[in-house]
């Protein structure tokens, strides 16, 4: 007998020692293999744009990035602090070469960013933020021209045939902003329709393959030109109408736990299928180069200490998938689904061949992936996709 027991208890143990093991890969998972590299912190970026900065990081942030297609270098947003606005910079793929694009024109905000040949597209909002457009910056005779010319552009992407899709926002004289808890009046909710525009880049539309009330709150064309992959906000007690970001509607119960959907709209027949719906989101949508699976960051609002006593935190964890679109499964990139958590990555981008991510961090955080503020790109192993 003491024979078994001792048997059970070697048994009890190997399995104890195995559980352990299991919960601590979980614990640690970080998405697919590779290594990392700070490229540049914060305070070099700000030291280049004025070389008489204090070094006081306050009031700046990284916005979208862009790899250039053969993946020597990348292209970024830098927001400054007021009143400077965002500008433009490019950045080797070694971190050695950090430039400012002399774009010449104020931006309050510049949004998505894409890199075709030596052309810089992007959406730039200015004068105040009253006028939102598409705007291309010829890197070769460092000339920028403005492509649309409504100034209710609220997103855009360039399509694989060089036109650009584009949204246009249009409000009616009914709009009610903010909106109130449980106020559902009319289609117009919000006052407001959309429409998606496809046009050449002199901005003469070709057609329209969307008019309505859904949002596009980001949009990313699939390869084959067929599809477009977006995300929008559904209100809680009406399936039917969707919110516009500008006018910040939620608070409080029902929208504290707003859906926010991803979705695939068919540029021929203006059908939208539902993917997925989750109450922390999906941005930064990048659509495979096969076709068959679109690449998505979350922001799961978990908190992250800052230091050994946990008292201060920022609560702006982050993590990267990959779903594929056929089946619905979701593939774990990038950061942690459970604690210990990761700072959510700002801006992502993914090189031609797949293997390098690049993004921003603004937070001082040292979370065993990152460690504090500034440009990172994650060399992984194997391709993304």
């Given amino acids: 007998m003491k024979t078994i027991h001792l048997v059970i208890l070697v048994v009890s143990s190997i399995g104890i020692i195995a559980l352990i093991f299991s919960i601590y890969e979980n614990w640690f998972e970080t998405g697919q293999p590779g290594h990392m590299q700070k490229l540049s ?81 992007f959406d730039g909002w200015y004068n105040g933020q009253n006028n939102r457009d598409v705007f291309k910056y010829d890197m070769k005779n460092q000339a920028l021209t403005k492509l649309t010319k409504s100034g209710n552009v609220n997103v855009f992407d360039v399509m694989p045939d060089g036109n650009i899709v584009y949204q246009e926002e249009h409000n009616y004289q009914t709009k009610i902003c903010p ?33 309505g009330t859904e949002v596009f709150q980001g949009i990313d064309t699939s390869p084959d030109g067929k599809y477009i992959a977006f995300t929008d906000m559904t209100h809680p007690l009406n399936q039917k109408l969707h919110a516009m970001i500008i006018c910040n509607p939620f608070g409080g119960t029902p929208f504290a ?27 930064n949508l990048i659509w495979s180069h096969d076709g068959n699976s679109i690449l998505y960051t979350v922001q799961s609002n ?12 920022t609560c702006s964890a982050g993590f990267v998938k990959l779903r594929n679109v056929h089946d619905g499964t979701d593939k774990l990139v990038y950061g942690r689904e459970s604690p210990p958590y990761t700072e959510r990555p700002i801006g992502v ?15 001082d955080v040292n979370d065993g992936l990152v460690n504090g503020k500034g440009i990172y790109v994650f060399e992984l192993d194997n391709p993304i996709y």
């Fill in 302 to 313: 978990q908190c992250i200490p800052l230091d050994s006593t946990g008292n201060s935190q």
């Fill in 41 to 121: 912190d914060i305070y070099r970026i700000r030291n280049i744009y004025n070389p008489n900065d204090t070094g006081n990081d306050s009031g700046v942030s990284l916005g979208y990035f862009a790899w250039s297609q053969d993946g020597k270098f990348a292209v970024f947003a830098f927001g400054n602090a007021n009143p400077d606005g965002n500008t433009l910079w490019k950045i080797s793929r070694d971190g050695q070469e950090l430039q400012e694009i002399p774009i010449k024109m104020k931006f309050d905000v510049i949004n998505k960013i894409r890199i075709v040949s030596d052309d810089i597209f």
């Fill in 257 to 283: 736990n707003i859906q926010i959907g991803l979705k695939l709209l068919d540029v021929n027949s203006g059908s939208i299928t539902t993917l997925d719906t989750s109450t922390t989101g999906y941005q």
């Fill in 349 to 363: 981008a993914v090189s031609s061949d797949g293997r390098s991510m690049i993004f921003g961090i603004n937070a």
């Fill in 179 to 211: 909106l109130k808890v449980n106020d559902t009046r009319g289609n117009d909710w919000a006052g407001y329709y959309t429409v998606l525009w496809i046009a050449d880049q002199q901005d003469n539309k070709i057609k329209s393959i969307y008019n």
